[in-house]
């Protein structure tokens, strides 16, 4: 092998490792934005099987707040069917703010054990929520910036790699929140 065959195998060499490198990061990165997702669509199922026992305990001390209790479960399962990013989580947070202020109504209901902690409960769920949020935005931002860097940009789009959204969730990463039993008033 002469001289200028070695450096040309060498060179193939290099970039085939660099190629495999390239590769290896952005699936890990990947990997970190598909757990984010992951991880808020745990938050949104714990929120959602939190509200049927939430407006069962309401329903014992606001029983005749039929139309507020109503209205939670109604965007309760339209949030559960869908998108994660989609406007019905939105009405469902304004939805379970009508049904938490009915505790000011209601000073039994506002002392009851019961209905304090799933109060707090919930709270800890938009906590959770809100930091996996945070989380699945850090992770798109590294995957986003990964992919975007020289020399990862000239072999990204070939090898697959799509840029991440912040706002919007691909449908192919979309998880499915888990359906609670139907409540009936």
């Not at 069962?56 to 479960?73: C, D, F, M, N, R």
């Not at 209905?115 to 800890?124: G, I, P, R, T, V």
């Not at 992770?139 to 790699?161: H, Q, Y």
Request: aromatic share 6%; net charge negative.
């Amino acid at each position: 092998m002469d001289l200028a065959s070695g450096v040309l195998l060498g060179l193939v060499v290099i970039a085939a490792l660099l190629v495999i490198g390239i590769y290896n990061r952005l699936v890990g990165l990947r990997q970190s934005v598909r757990q984010g997702v992951a991880d808020i669509d745990a938050q949104l199922r714990q929120r959602h099987d939190l509200i049927p026992n939430l407006v069962e305990t309401v329903k014992g001390y606001a029983g005749h707040e039929s139309a507020t209790l109503e209205a939670v479960i109604a965007a309760r399962n339209a949030a559960a069917g869908g998108a994660p990013s989609s406007g019905s989580e939105q009405q469902l947070k304004a939805a379970l703010g009508n049904l938490l202020a009915l505790g000011e109504a209601y000073p039994d209901l506002k002392a009851s054990a019961n209905f304090q902690s799933l109060q707090n409960e919930l709270a800890d769920v938009e906590d959770k929520l809100a930091a996996a949020r945070r989380a699945l935005n850090a992770a798109v931002a590294r995957f986003n910036g990964a992919r975007e860097s020289f020399p990862a940009v000239l072999f990204a789009g070939m090898l697959g790699f799509a840029e991440a959204d912040f706002h919007r969730l691909d449908a192919s990463e979309q998880g499915t929140v888990d359906q609670v039993p139907k409540i009936g008033f």
